[in-house]
């Protein structure tokens, strides 16, 4: 009943909703109501109550109808799945992709316990972040798994030039930078046969409303809050993010990766500069080139040979510390 109260606030955002109202919508007393509004009072919910007017939702955690409302897309978003607090979005997702969880579901955590980036690393996520994961069952081989990882960098990064204002640019493979700190990153992880993959998951991790002691000092890393000095509206961000990601999953079926790719080199912080490499053969200095038509990274070597790098660790020399590599 709670959660069906709050579904009738959600949808008269904005305006006041009486309590007669809404008990002949739900078919329970007003004194019901009462005692359930109270109850998402005591969640968090910000309710308005006045007396000739009803009540009126001002502000609250994210729930599935708020992030639902407005949304606009067809399928990234269908099914949203909120919790306060989980270990991982991303496992969350795994274990719900495994058990046939629909294609586009999106899984968003206030705060995650234990919240991942690549090859086991940790990635702190206190409450004011964003920190989801979407499940995807592209028709793809393995070896195309990858281009999503590009393709959702795009996304994350237009939709917080969009709906937060603030000039993200993405560095290869995965991360987000604003003046060459790590502000968001993505992890996406994959299960399936050479042939066919059978579900991605993709994670993506913003520093949104975080203030700096929640980012330890060594990470040179940064959140909108600090940079812009105000909060932003997550549900805003993350509802331009996944239309972005909607946008682009169609641009990639009708255009090819290609389309991608150039609104990726738009957006990109790391072409045409130092980097270190840091790879299973070592670490190593190279020029940034270009991005590859199969989402390689384009360099050229210290002694003058041009490579792809498939799967590294990229910093930009001069410009970031090493915190990436640890
Ligand atoms: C990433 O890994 O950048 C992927 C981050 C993906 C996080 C999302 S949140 C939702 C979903 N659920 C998850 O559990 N994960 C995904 P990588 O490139 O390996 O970077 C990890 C490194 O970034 C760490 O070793 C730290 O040095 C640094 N780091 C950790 N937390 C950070 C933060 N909040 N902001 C910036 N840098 C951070």
Redesign the pocket.
């Known amino acids: 009943m709670k959660d069906r109260i709050l579904k009738v606030l959600v949808e008269h955002q904005d305006e006041y909703v009486s309590g007669e109202e809404l008990s002949r919508i739900l078919g329970i007393t007003r004194a019901g109501i009462w005692k359930h509004i109270e109850n998402l009072r005591l969640e968090g919910y910000i309710i308005e109550s006045q007396t000739r007017l009803g009540h009126k939702l001002i502000h609250g955690p994210l729930n599935p109808y708020i992030l639902s409302k407005g949304l606009g897309t067809e399928n990234i978003g269908c099914n949203f799945i909120v919790r306060q607090q989980l270990d991982?979005?991303?496992n969350l997702a795994k274990e719900l992709a495994k058990s046939g969880v629909v294609n586009g579901t999106v899984i968003v955590a206030e705060e995650?316990l234990g919240?991942?980036?690549?090859?086991g690393?940790?990635?702190?996520?206190p409450k004011g972040g964003i920190?989801?994961?979407v499940v995807l069952r592209p028709q793809i081989e393995l070896k195309d798994a990858a281009c999503y990882t590009l393709l959702t960098g795009v996304a994350a990064a237009r939709g917080l030039r969009d709906a937060a204002g603030i000039e993200v640019g993405i560095k290869w493979p995965?991360?987000l930078l604003f003046n060459d700190k790590?502000i968001g990153?993505?992890?996406t992880e994959v299960q399936g046969e050479w042939q066919a993959v059978d579900y991605l998951v993709i994670?993506?991790?913003i520093?949104a409303n975080i203030t700096a002691e929640h980012?330890l000092p060594g990470?040179n890393?940064t959140s909108v809050l600090i940079e812009k000095n105000r909060e932003i509206h997550l549900v805003r961000v993350i509802q331009a993010i996944l239309s972005h990601f909607e946008r682009l999953e169609k641009l990639l079926q009708t255009k090819g990766f290609s389309a991608v790719l150039e609104e990726w080199r738009e957006l990109a912080v790391c072409l045409n500069c130092e980097v270190l490499v840091k790879d299973h053969s070592g670490e190593w200095n190279a020029d940034s080139i270009d991005i590859s038509p199969d989402g390689s990274l384009l360099v050229r070597k210290e002694d003058g040979q041009v490579t792809k790098i498939y799967s590294a660790d990229v910093s930009l020399r001069g410009r970031e510390g090493d915190?990436?590599f640890?």
């Open positions: 991982s979005t991303n995650q919240g991942k980036g690549r090859q690393r940790n990635w702190v996520s920190w989801l994961s995965n991360d790590k990153g993505i992890l994670g993506i991790g520093n980012l990470l890393a915190y990436n640890t």
